[in-house]
């Protein structure tokens, strides 16, 4: 019995016992995996949902006349710290249209009527800033669709 070469024929009985789950406890495991996947759809809905708000509220505070550019880089900072799936992207694909914009904002247009039509430092690097942004965005929501390369192995091939 101490080297672990005969085990009661009791003790096996007693440990296959524990191991079985009731009908019960079985229906509380259910329910919690059944709970876990709701909660991670809602949190990937939620996501979502920010994102697309967030991509509405960056088109609204950067808007063709009288945009409010300090606005649009928060807002591109707090795109930036999202979590975006590809699958995100896919349903919504206007998203990639407001980063192409993006990336090729220019800021207002300048009035030439206005007394002091050049625009101010502080201006010029918020653009820069946004467009940086924009082109980081747009680096890491092209990073979640490329293809990654395995180096071919002839063991590659039986896997």
């Given amino acids: 019995v101490e080297l672990g070469q005969f085990i009661p024929e ?3 009985q007693e440990l296959k016992a524990k191991t079985e789950l009731t009908e019960e406890e079985k229906q509380d495991l259910r ?4 709970l876990k996947i709701r909660r991670e759809k809602l949190a990937w809905l ?5 994102m697309l708000e967030t991509d509405f509220k960056i088109k609204k505070a950067l808007q063709f006349q009288n945009p409010d550019i300090e606005e649009g880089v928060k807002l591109l900072q707090k795109l930036l710290q999202l979590e975006v799936e590809s699958f995100m992207l896919v349903k919504n694909p206007q998203f990639f249209d407001t980063l192409l914009k ?7 247009k300048l009035d030439p009527k206005q007394p002091n039509p050049n625009r101010t430092e502080k201006e010029k690097r918020h653009i820069e800033s946004i467009q940086t942004m924009a082109d980081t ?3 890491k929501v092209m990073a979640l669709f490329t ?3 395995a180096p071919l192995t002839p063991q590659s091939f039986f896997d």
């Fill in 46 to 50: 939620r996501r979502e949902d920010e």
């Fill in 147 to 149: 293809l990654k390369k």
């Fill in 10 to 12: 009791e003790l096996i």
């Fill in 102 to 108: 993006l990336k090729r904002y220019n800021g207002p």
């Fill in 31 to 34: 329910r919690a995996a059944q």
């Fill in 137 to 139: 965005m747009s680096k």
